[in-house]
């Protein structure tokens, strides 16, 4: 297994932006697919964006198209999400996970992921 811990999770006023990494202790591609999910209290985990392991292709979830880009450096064993424009209702646990199937179309269920972090916390106040 590739044990995930992500960081960069915090504060931020309406508008503001914060990129969260995921660093992974193994090696990140090998036909890995990577995705970010968030939770709120009360909820299911709900997608946000992945990367497939082939040419990193991306996928994002309509709430935060054109605001969320996620990316990944296989040299660092790192995947990354930028938060741009952030509104309250971005407010979440954020979580990185791993789906070892590699599949594409890139799953949005979280129940096809078989790793995940710990989770970090994003605060967006108005």
């Known amino acids: 297994q590739v044990p995930l811990v992500e960081s960069g999770g915090g504060l931020v006023q309406t508008g503001g932006s914060l990129r969260l990494s995921c660093a992974a202790s193994g090696r990140t591609r090998e036909n890995q697919n990577m995705a970010w999910f968030r939770q709120t209290p009360g909820n299911e985990r709900e997608f946000v964006a992945a990367i497939y392991w082939y040419k990193d292709q991306t996928s994002y979830a309509d709430s935060v198209k054109g605001r969320f880009t996620t990316s990944r450096d296989d040299a660092k064993n790192t995947i990354y999400l930028q938060m741009n424009s952030l509104t309250p209702e971005d407010t979440a646990i954020y979580y990185c996970?791993?789906?070892?199937?590699?599949?594409?179309?890139?799953?949005?269920?979280?129940?096809?992921?078989?790793?995940w972090g710990q989770g970090t916390q994003v605060t967006v106040s108005s």
């Open positions: 996970a791993v789906d070892l199937s590699g599949d594409w179309p890139i799953h949005r269920e979280a129940a096809q992921y078989h790793i």
